[in-house]
């Protein structure tokens, strides 16, 4: 059996998240109580309120710990990932799991990385839409005529018939309707306060790319499959500089798993609040068993389908 860890990204977010393992586990506890930030990490996470949980540059560090807690317990149960991806966000818990950055440096990170990408979309009248039932190269070729009009770009490409544009708001809205036109099943408006990985968010990677300057990343322990390429680190490419890029890069999600698929994963754990990562998984690798944690009856639940595949 060959396990695969997927983290969460941003969205997913919801009050009380990681409440039941911090309740029950000593390493969950040591996550949240030893957080060192500028905020009450704990507070946020567990008691909100959500308006505040759902700022970037609070939602970011909050997820982190959650995957970070739930990585620990998994791990505590001998359950440790073979290879490890990310969606967005979730990147830089997948480099938590591999070893490639401790927990308050993956913390630290994350908070500057949520408030770079909070300064770099202010004043900027931006959107960002899932477009559900529409081929790669239509909406590739819609966005392309609009551009024309204002920015607006594929932010993700998250799993067959599944994709994010995002942009300034009226080019987005163009691009929506063209895309109903070409054949689109729906395109839905998401709750979002930036259009994350699109060429707009281009200030705060050049923000990233200089404070990796000053952080230690360590050999990674297990393969990492980034975001910007759907791959492993190659030879010419270093971790900080995939970081950078991934913010203003789209994330290849659904690449990212047939990446893992390829390489034998026959299990993925999602892991962070929701489910929405295991709904690509089944789209997208119909072979792969999907399991999720995110809390103490889910962690249950997840120990004996591992002992029972």
Known sequence: ??????????????????????????????????????????????????????????????????????????????VKPDIAAGLSL????????????????????????GLAMEEAVKGIKGKMAAVIGLAREELVEICARVSENGVVEIANYNCPGQMVIGGEADAVDMAAQLALEKGAKRVLLLNV????????????????????????????EIPVVFNATADFLRENQTIPQLLARQVMSPVYFEDSLRKMEREGVDVMIEIGPGRVLSGFVRKTCKAVKVLAVEDLESLESALKALKDF
């Open 193 to 220: 306060s930036g259009p994350f990985h699109t060429s707009l968010l281009e200030p705060a990677s050049k923000k990233l790319a200089r404070y990796f300057e000053d952080v230690e990343f360590n050999t990674s």
């Open 90 to 113: 979730g990147e830089y818990s997948a480099l938590y799991a591999s070893g490639v950055l401790g927990f308050q440096e993956v913390l630290k990170a994350v908070r500057f990385r």
């Open 1 to 78: 059996m060959k396990i695969g860890f997927l983290y969460a990204g941003q969205g997913s977010q919801v009050v009380g998240m990681g409440k039941s393992l911090y309740d029950n586990f000593q390493s969950a506890r040591e996550v949240f109580d030893g957080a060192k930030l500028d905020f009450d990490l704990r507070s946020v996470c567990f008691d909100g309120p959500a308006e505040k949980l759902n700022q970037t540059s609070y939602t970011q560090p909050c997820m982190v710990a959650v995957a970070a807690a739930a990585t620990n317990v998994l791990a505590e149960y001998g």
